[in-house]
């Protein structure tokens, strides 16, 4: 299983959310780069970078912070957050991101980020599937939608997606432990590549979302707060 750090940008500080409310927003760090390279010096060879001024945006904002991370490290960068054009897609690649995670796009605009799938490849196209009690969120997780997320990840996987990252929004920033129920029942309905985001606090959860078959798990907060060392992830990586 893959382990990725992230790092969520406002005003191209490193911050966190809990719950991704923007009034809990808490400034960890000034210089993403820095802690980008921390990472990679203990072996990390992964990154999820979401721009939180782009999500609740029409587009990216933060793409100068990704060119900086792509250009003076040798990270694998997964970005979202602002994505909602094809043009905003081709910033992020052109600024040097490995992948791009969309999920309010593929709620309120199917058709587009079908297309995105086609033209750039399933395995460069991930699907941003968050939801709080089991409904999908878009637009920064400030708007819900009606859309349940296993069936969400069902129709999209018929499109052709192969990579979904799932956040619940209740376990985000809670450190509590992830949403082992919900991964468990995504998994046992679609053959997807799931990464697991939101909630992970200890090596145990790593352990556990190993043995039920994620893919990749994302460790945010938990690594700020020193539940989990570089040190401890770098044995694991």
Not at 76 to 87: A, E, L, N, P, V
């Amino acid at each position: 299983m893959r382990i990725i750090p992230a790092i969520d940008i406002i005003e191209g500080k490193c911050v966190r959310l809990t719950k991704g409310d923007y009034s809990t927003q808490k400034i960890y760090r000034e210089n993403p780069l820095e802690v980008a390279k921390e990472f990679e010096a203990n072996g990390i060879e992964y990154l999820h970078l979401v721009d939180l001024d782009g999500a609740k945006s029409n587009g990216i904002v933060n793409y100068k912070t990704l060119e900086l991370l792509a250009t003076k490290t040798q990270l694998k960068i997964d970005f979202g957050g602002g994505i909602k054009s094809t043009t905003d897609v081709e910033i992020a690649f052109s600024s040097g991101a490995a992948q791009i995670t969309a999920g309010s796009i593929a709620v309120k605009k199917p058709e587009l980020f079908a297309s995105w799938l086609d033209r750039y490849g399933s395995s460069k196209i991930i699907l941003g599937a968050d939801a709080q009690n089991r409904k999908i969120a878009v637009q920064g997780w400030l708007e819900k939608s009606d859309e349940d997320v296993v069936s969400f990840i069902k129709t999209h996987f018929e499109k052709g997606i192969q990579y979904v990252v799932c956040t619940d929004i209740e376990k985000d920033g809670m450190l509590a432990g992830p949403s082992f129920n919900l991964y468990h029942e995504i998994l046992k309905s679609v053959p997807v590549k799931l990464v697991a985001s939101g909630g992970v606090s200890s090596l145990n959860d790593l352990q556990q979302l190993k043995t039920l078959g994620c893919d990749a798990a994302i460790i945010g907060k938990a690594l700020y707060e020193n539940k989990i060392t570089l040190t401890e992830l770098a044995a694991l990586c």
